[in-house]
């Protein structure tokens, strides 16, 4: 397959495949605006992409009869499957389902879509249209990167609201954005679901773990899901993704290289090797406030007569805030500075609370959930979250993000990270005092 080059439409040979998506509808609206923009535009559709709309419109719209069967023995007279295949200039399937990139990825030939798929030197370009949770499959990523292997160029998926009731990624762009892409030159075409392509990313997650004795700790309730849940989300987005991880009982997500801490110390330490080299900066571990001041060499034992024992604790540093201060120097002495992403767990004043710790650990965004409501929070697959970032010269934003699964609260508190971190590298403003960012509208 060649590449597509940056040319009109007008003229041009284009077969779009329609598969078997609720986004299929928007196909209607496709093949009209390529009609409008001169191309030539043949239709092709799985047998389940005509559950969702029938043959009879996308013929009225393209004036061209509608191919459904590799078996019609009329067209295939003519081996019909291969004249389409050497007749497209371009093949555009939208939308590609999870299941149609898996075939197409590993060279199924078992409907007419994916036979002239197969068949043609067209150009070829899909737009991906499926669940949020369905386009973050490790699978379906690494179909992507297959077909892209093969030549498959991937226009898509945005970001949003789906009709499952997920937000997340894996909307079918809009027609009118896959117009303007199949017209643009591929390079200056990213992607959703790549925006965070070339970007590294560390995150930091779970509790720590204060020796007391060799038996015994200090620690409490994070599981881990959400920091595992923001990194799973970045490297979904294309970024180099660092995990510090204290400890948890959770899989490593794909594609992320994770670092494993057991102290508040150590995490500390693990955070300053990599955030000189980190764009994007969020430390959602649940960090011990102290530490025992001596750990006991041997097991502590409970002495007779004595009902109390006195620990002698000593703060431990706050990462998030040295994390903050050390970006800060380094901006004013040239370099990058990662932007810097704070977490908040609260049991009362969550918006006080993180306004607070907003401006006195001189993070540029803020994450605060209140973690006294029942089945959000530790341990929790839900979560609910106030969001707060800079603004130059004025209040900090805010968003209310309300009660979702984590992985879905993820992918907006990665949204909102990315425009904070764009905005600060990219508008020429000073560390730690982004411009204004837009105001995002709850999910």
């Known amino acids: 397959m060649s590449q597509l080059a940056a040319a009109p439409l007008t003229g041009k040979r284009i077969l779009l495949g329609i598969s078997a998506g609720i986004a299929a509808y928007k196909s209607a609206l496709l093949a009209r605006l390529l009609k409008k923009a001169g191309a030539e535009v043949r239709v092709v559709m799985t047998e389940g992409a005509q559950a969702f709309i029938t043959p009879l419109t996308l013929q009225a719209l393209t004036g061209e009869s ?76 690494d179909n992507a990167r297959r077909l892209e292997g093969y030549g498959w160029r991937l226009l898509g998926p945005d970001s949003g609201d789906q009709a499952c009731g997920d937000v997340g990624a894996g909307r079918m762009l809009e027609p009118e954005a896959i117009v303007a892409g199949l017209s643009t030159a591929p390079e200056a075409t ?36 959400m920091g595992y849940a923001l990194a799973a989300a970045a490297a979904a987005r294309g970024a180099r993704v660092r995990l510090i991880s204290g400890p948890v009982a959770l899989a490593t997500p794909p594609g992320v290289e ?20 980190s764009d994007i900066f969020i430390g959602c571990a649940a960090v011990a406030d102290y530490r025992a001041e001596r750990i006991a060499e041997h097991k502590l034992k409970k002495s007779t007569g004595e009902d109390t024992m006195t620990l002698k604790l000593v703060k431990n540093p706050d990462i998030i805030a ?21 977490f908040a767990a609260e049991t009362c004043d969550l918006e006080a609370q993180a306004r607070d710790k907003l401006e006195r ?7 605060a ?63 730690g005092m982004p411009p204004a960012a837009p105001q995002q509208d709850s999910p």
């Open 66 to 141: 509608v191919r459904t069967s590799l078996l019609d023995p009329e067209a295939e007279a003519g081996m019909g499957h291969i004249e389409l295949a050497r007749w497209a200039e371009l093949v555009l399937i939208a939308p590609a389902t999870a299941d149609l990139m898996a075939r197409l990825a590993h060279g199924h030939a078992d409907d007419l879509l994916t036979t002239l798929c197969l068949a043609t030197d067209a150009d070829c370009v899909m737009a991906p249209a499926m669940n949020q949770a369905m386009w973050g499959h490790p699978a379906t990523h």
């Open 322 to 342: 040295t994390i903050a201060e050390d970006a800060a120097k380094s901006a004013a002495a040239g370099p990058r500075r990662p932007y810097v992403v704070g």
């Open 361 to 367: 650990k001189r993070l540029d965004m803020i994450v």
């Open 369 to 431: 959930n209140d973690v006294s409501q029942a089945g959000l929070g530790f341990g929790a697959d839900d979560n609910a979250a106030l969001l707060l970032w800079r603004r130059a010269a004025s209040e900090p934003a805010r968003s209310e993000l309300p009660a979702q699964r984590k992985a879905r609260l993820a992918e907006a508190v990665i949204d909102q990270a990315l425009r904070g971190y764009r905005a600060t590298h990219f508008d020429g403003t000073s560390a």
């Open 258 to 277: 994770r670092i494993d801490v057991t102290s508040a110390l150590e995490m500390l330490e693990a955070a300053r090797q990599v955030a000189g080299d």
């Open 190 to 225: 990213p992607t959703v679901a790549d925006d965070a392509r070339g970007l590294s990313v560390t995150v930091t997650a779970g509790p720590t773990r204060e020796a007391l004795d060799p038996v015994r700790y200090l620690s409490n309730h994070s599981s881990g899901k």
